[in-house]
């Protein structure tokens, strides 16, 4: 039997997709940035990011099915699925903002 969600468990999947929404932007940014030549970012991070997205969200689609499947609780489905997202922003977020600004 499932164990039963609480509001706090509602309120940490919306914190973590929050958590996600502004690292994305920070990131999505950051990229623009080395595009144009501003923000030092690797020859590879187009490819990078194409690749860590689709891994992404297979992981968490497979990971939430299986959960859901099993019978456990839409909360902790739902924290299933978003936690792979959300370590992929995270990381890219660090790694990034250790980049910093193209300097000459």
């Given at each position: 039997m499932p164990r039963i969600a609480t509001p706090l468990d509602y309120w940490t999947n919306a914190l973590?997709?929050?958590f996600v929404l502004?690292?994305?932007?920070s990131v999505i940014a950051m990229r623009m940035m080395g595009a144009?030549?501003?923000w030092s970012v690797p020859k590879?991070?187009?490819?990078?990011?194409l690749n860590e997205k689709i891994f992404a969200f297979v992981k968490g689609t497979t990971d939430a099915s299986r959960a859901a499947i099993?019978?456990?609780s839409p909360d902790a489905v739902t924290a299933l699925a978003i936690k792979p997202?959300?370590?992929a922003t995270r990381a890219n977020h660090k790694r990034l903002k250790k980049r910093g600004l193209k300097r000459g």
């Open positions: 973590q997709l929050g502004a690292e994305a932007q144009a030549g501003v590879t991070e187009n490819k990078r990011m099993a019978g456990q997202i959300r370590q």
